[in-house]
């Protein structure tokens, strides 16, 4: 690598040359300018000489790949980051083994007024049933402790938490002594996350910043709202994010809006839309998801949140102010709301509106072919998590013990989708599932069932410019000139092309495709390794390039 002084009344450029520059521009390109914010050219070795003596520095990648980089269209920042700096029970193989580390944590932060802790799963565990109150008090020596399931969607907590929280045993969804939901959640979420320090949770902000720019991802959609987080750390997190050291985050605010002067105040507040979280159900783990017929392993349909003529006056109303309306939908009963909703509303104000506002549905699991055809006539972009099938999918899943197997077969059609001409937008909902884009395009193409995976390429575009494309934007997630210089360089293995339609089978090297080629996903390999990703032409995560 060299570098040279740059005249500072111009912008910034840099040549990376030697490599793989996946873009459609050129599917042979090995080399890559880039100018202030901006890719310049790209092009093949020979052609890079030109520009050697022009530029401010030369990186050489020594056979590294180099593509867009990732967007993440789905995370809740400040609860990924102290998942990774607090208590994080993923991964926990029994329930003792949670409540060790639940009695390690707590002795290890006696300063801490309310211990906060994420990610268990009891349909994992032998014992099948998530910690009693009275185990969870040992635990925590009598402390308050507010624990949330893998799903964020129920949480068990103790006795002393409780204490905190007036008429907490009065709110709908609380439960003597099994996982709270609902209004009751919500309410112990609220007390618990009161306790968190601006200096912790900028802390754990920071954390999960650097965390997503080590993995190659150049944008996230934040998922903010009322019940989720409070407007601080929105703002806060917005703040952080527009100094410019990590990748980029575009904000969802998820409130109701009746108005012009509602919208005004999301717009005030840094949301591109009133969207992301805004809860027509639950989900399935904690079988709240709102279903058509009672779950398999309980008796009851879950729980509807919003009603048809709720969804449609929200959509209607963003709309006319032009934002971005949006739902979390998970159940097809949840689902059939909201498309419902949402036609009603384009027969008010007019489809082409509409269509045209892009609005988003974040999960979309259980799709019916009514609903998968009212996402492809409203144009709703379905913003979706493949690790989901990859954790909960399979015959012997939590989908199949909460639905049946007949029914869990139908979950999360990303093949469907695409056939129907529906945008799709891939993401984590880390915590819910960790940051990690190779292994989300791997669950994509390798998904449980068959018929729903999708290509790598296909997988590869949601997962890039699919996240742009949902919030409006066209000309980004893509290695072309002219587009942002949001990208990231790897070490990988063989660079192979896939045949349309077809998962490892028909995998193919043959340079004659002309189309540019992407590691290898099967299951089992080694994925891409990050050594720079580089966002607004500022480097924002660098390893060497060996």
């Avoid at 801490?112 to 009891?122: C, F, I, N, T, Y």
């Avoid at 949402?342 to 104000?349: E, G, L, M, Q």
């Avoid at 410019?465 to 002219?482: E, F, N, T, Y």
């Amino acid at each position: 690598m060299s570098e040279r002084i740059p005249d500072p009344a111009r912008a910034r450029t840099v040549l990376l040359r030697g490599g793989e520059v996946h873009s459609p521009a050129d599917p042979f390109a090995t080399a890559m300018v880039v100018e202030g914010d901006r890719i310049a050219w790209v092009g093949e070795e020979g052609a890079a000489d030109s520009f050697a003596d022009g530029v401010d520095e030369v990186v050489r990648l020594d056979g590294a790949l180099v593509t867009p980089a990732f967007t993440d269209a789905h995370v809740h920042t400040t609860a990924t980051g102290l998942a990774l700096t607090g208590l994080d029970l993923a991964g926990t193989d029994t329930l003792s083994d949670a409540l060790a580390r639940v009695r390690a944590y707590a002795a290890a932060r006696p300063a801490d007024r309310v211990l906060l802790g994420h990610g268990w799963d009891a349909s994992a565990w032998p014992e099948g049933r998530p910690p009693s109150r009275t185990e969870l008090d040992e635990a925590a020596g009598g402390r308050p402790l507010y624990l949330t399931r893998v799903d964020v969607h129920s949480a068990v907590v103790t006795t002393a938490l409780l204490d905190l929280v007036p008429g907490i045993r009065e709110r709908s969804g609380f439960h003597a002594d099994a996982p709270l939901t609902g209004d009751a959640h919500h309410a112990v979420r609220q007390a618990a996350h009161a306790t968190v320090t601006p200096a912790q949770r900028a802390d754990a902000q920071a954390a999960a910043l650097a965390r997503a720019a080590s993995l190659g991802i150049g944008s996230i959609h934040e998922c903010a709202g009322p019940e989720i987080s409070g407007e601080d750390d929105f703002t806060g997190l917005l703040a952080l994010a527009a100094v410019g050291n990590g990748p980029r985050v575009v904000g969802y605010w998820a409130e109701q809006i009746a108005s012009a002067k509602d919208a005004e105040r999301i717009r005030e507040l840094g949301a591109i839309g009133a969207a992301g979280d805004l809860f027509a159900d639950g989900s399935l783990g904690s079988h709240t998801a709102h279903l058509h017929a009672p779950y398999a392993d309980a008796d009851h349909t879950g729980s509807a949140h919003l009603d048809t003529a709720a969804v449609a006056a929200h959509v209607a109303a963003c709309t006319e102010a032009g934002l971005q309306a949006g739902f979390h939908a998970i159940g097809d009963a949840a689902l059939t709301t909201v498309v419902d909703g949402v036609r009603t509303a384009a027969d008010r104000i007019g489809l082409d509106r509409i269509r045209a506002a892009r609005h988003r549905i974040e999960h979309a699991e259980m799709l019916t072919d009514a609903t998968l055809a009212g996402f492809a006539e409203l144009a709703l972009t379905a913003s979706v998590q493949p690790a989901f099938d990859a954790a909960w999918g399979g015959p012997d899943g939590m989908y199949a013990a909460r639905l049946g197997a007949d029914r869990a077969r139908t979950l999360n059609p990303y093949a469907a989708l695409l056939r129907a001409g529906v945008p799709l937008a891939l993401g984590s909902d880390s915590p819910v599932t960790p940051l990690d884009p190779w292994g989300t395009l791997r669950a994509a193409v390798f998904h449980r069932t068959r018929a729903h995976g999708i290509s790598a390429r296909a997988a590869f575009t949601a997962h890039t410019r699919g996240g742009w494309r949902a919030i409006g934007r066209d000309d980004a997630g893509v290695l072309v000139p002219g587009a942002p210089a949001d990208y990231a360089v790897w070490h990988t293995g063989e660079l192979l092309v896939q045949a349309p339609d077809e998962r490892v089978e028909r995998w193919s090297t043959d340079p004659r495709s002309g189309t540019p080629g992407l590691p290898d996903l099967t299951p089992g390999g080694d994925l891409p390794v990050c050594l720079r990703t580089v966002v607004g032409g500022r480097t924002v995560f660098a390893r060497p390039i060996e």
